[in-house]
Structures are given as C-alpha cells and as structure tokens.
C-alpha cells in the first residue's frame, strides 16, 4: 500500500499562478522528498525536506512539513507551461525503501 | 557526471517469456534500487542492491529477481512474463544509503508484455 497520499489528484491553473499540492503519509518518516515526473519518463528530484526541518525553499518550491500532522505540501510559485508534469511525494520510514504516493498530476495551461 | 542509464529503452515480449533489464548508476554511486511504474498501482518498489548485496525487498513474486555486480551496475530479471509485468522500470542510484538521501532516477525501461 502507499504510504504517501497526494491530493488533489490532478490540477489544472493558468500560467503565472501558484500550485499547491499536499501530502499525507501514516507512519513516522525520516525525510520526506518531492519528485518530478515528465510524462512517462523517469523521475526528477526536486527537494527533500528532514523530519526535524519545517520549511524548505529551492527557487519557485516551497515545502512544507507538518509531522504531527504527517502532512507536507509543495508550493510552486509563478508556473510555467514547463512545470506540467506529474509530482510524487516520497518518505522513508527507517525500512531502507523510498515509498512513493499516486501523484498529482499538474497542467499549466498558457 | 553522467547520469543513470537503463537499458534497453523499451521492449515487447510476450507471455511466459524472461527479459532481463540493465541498470548502470551514477559512477561513484553504490546503491541501487529498482520501481515499478504502473497506471493502476503507481510507483512501487522492487528491491535494493548495495555492495552487491540485495538490501530490501519489495512485495513482488520470486519471477522478480535482480543481481548487482562489483561495478555497481545492476540487473533485474522478470521470468515468465504475464501480461501484468507490463510497466516502466525505474532504477535509481544514490550514495550512500538509498532511503536517507536523494535518488537519481534513470529515463525507464518501458516494458510491453502481449
């Protein structure tokens, strides 16, 4: 089963504006990554945030962690027609194991 | 540095056929570890090598089987093939340990089973 949720499932904004997409994860985690998936080719980090950090910011991402809500989100500001893609959060839990959630999948229409 | 290369790219096999898939990971990079991608269960993972050594296991049938070798390059084998084994394979390299840091993923093996 996957320990990551991702809501929503799919978003669709117009170019310019911001994206928000969350995570929900069941156990106590290590560290918490957001991956970048372009349309059925392989996955490319974006960022990766430590149970014991609240915010972290790389360019135009922003995420968050929650961990007594078991929650993360991901902010991508001033979308580009380049962002469409599919982002997937990922935890590790203390099993040596990436677990991936289903995924939101993003358009950014121009 | 150059990046995670898999090969082959894409491949069609039939029912109760074996294929083997090819992973070489970031140079420098021990360990390995292999995802299946499909539109129905998502991202799930197969299996980890470090130091040659199978590290951790995913939930998958014994038909999924992998090796690594010195070079840390690594192999997955799927023996007699269902139409289900119909995915993308993902193999990613980190260094040191695959659950603590960053993974590099590889562009996929996309893999047709008729």
């Known amino acids: 089963s996957q320990q990551g949720e991702e809501d929503p499932q799919a978003l669709s904004i117009q170019e310019g504006e911001n994206a928000t997409m969350n995570c929900s994860y069941k156990t106590s985690i290590n560290n918490l990554q957001w991956y970048r998936q372009n349309s059925g080719r392989g996955l490319v980090h974006l960022i990766l945030i430590r149970s014991n950090e609240r915010e972290k910011h790389s360019g135009r991402l922003r995420v968050t962690l929650d961990t007594s809500k078991k929650s993360s989100s991901l902010l991508i500001t001033a979308s580009r027609a380049a962002d469409t893609a599919s982002y997937f959060c990922?935890?590790?839990?203390?099993?040596?194991?990436?677990?991936f959630g289903q995924g939101t999948r993003l358009t950014i229409n121009p | 540095k150059a990046g995670v290369t898999q090969t082959p790219r894409y491949l069609i096999k039939t029912r109760g056929q074996q294929v083997t898939l090819s992973c070489s990971p970031i140079s420098g990079h021990r360990s390995v570890s292999w995802y299946q991608q499909t539109p129905g269960q998502g991202l799930q993972f197969l299996f980890e090598y470090f130091s040659e050594t199978q590290r951790n296991k995913g939930n998958f049938p014994g038909r999924f089987s992998g090796r690594q070798f010195s070079n840390s390059r690594s192999e997955m084998n799927v023996s007699t093939l269902e139409l289900g084994d119909s995915a993308l394979y993902l193999c990613a390299s980190s260094f040191p340990l695959a659950y603590q840091e960053t993974q590099y993923f590889g562009p996929g093996t996309r893999l047709l089973v008729l």
């Open positions: 990922a935890t590790s839990q203390g099993a040596q194991k990436l677990v």
